[in-house]
């Protein structure tokens, strides 16, 4: 497909009427980025949160401060308070969320550089995929992004 996901997802979320809110972490903004470079995209994209802190995450999504605490921000079910959280605040129909490690520094045997946790969420629908990466810093973050654009398009075709 020569056409950029983000304009491909936005066309579909158009044709559905459906609405997306992103809360990133390593990501950085790096979604909203790609959501906003598409004409007309405030038709579909209500808007994100960059919670890098992990008193962000529970300050602006209200991910829950013990689990953060118990499974560290870098982990599946806080990728998922994540989405929940801000669809829930945006109001939007469906949500992504990044949380992760870029890189170079941060990683550890248990969770290595690169570790990122993509999640979507949706009315009766939450999925969550965990990838480790090899690249460096702004390679992590474009890969983190592509994919959870690519999840994206997965669920909507799957709509229709």
């Known amino acids: 497909m020569d056409e950029q996901l983000e304009v491909h997802v936005g066309r579909l979320l158009r044709q ?3 609405t997306l809110a992103t809360a990133e972490s390593c990501t950085g903004g790096l979604l909203g980025h790609r959501m906003t470079n598409v004409p007309g995209s405030s038709d579909y994209y209500l808007g994100g949160a960059i919670a890098y802190a992990n008193a962000t ?10 689990l953060l605490a118990q499974e560290g921000a870098v ?6 308070q994540m989405a929940a959280g801000v669809r829930e605040r945006l109001g939007a129909d469906i949500s992504l969320s990044t949380t992760g490690i870029a890189g170079p520094a941060g990683g550890t045997a248990a969770k290595p550089v690169g570790l990122v946790y993509i999640a979507l969420e949706a009315e009766g629908f939450s999925r969550c995929e965990r990838h480790v990466w090899p690249h ?25």
């Open 57 to 66: 995450k529970v300050a602006l999504l209200g991910v829950d401060a013990a």
């Open 75 to 80: 982990s599946e079910a806080v990728a998922l």
């Open 136 to 160: 460096d810093r702004e390679g992590n973050k474009e890969a983190s992004a592509q994919r959870a654009l690519a999840m994206l398009l997965e669920y909507l075709s799957n709509l229709t």
């Open 16 to 18: 559905q009427a459906l």
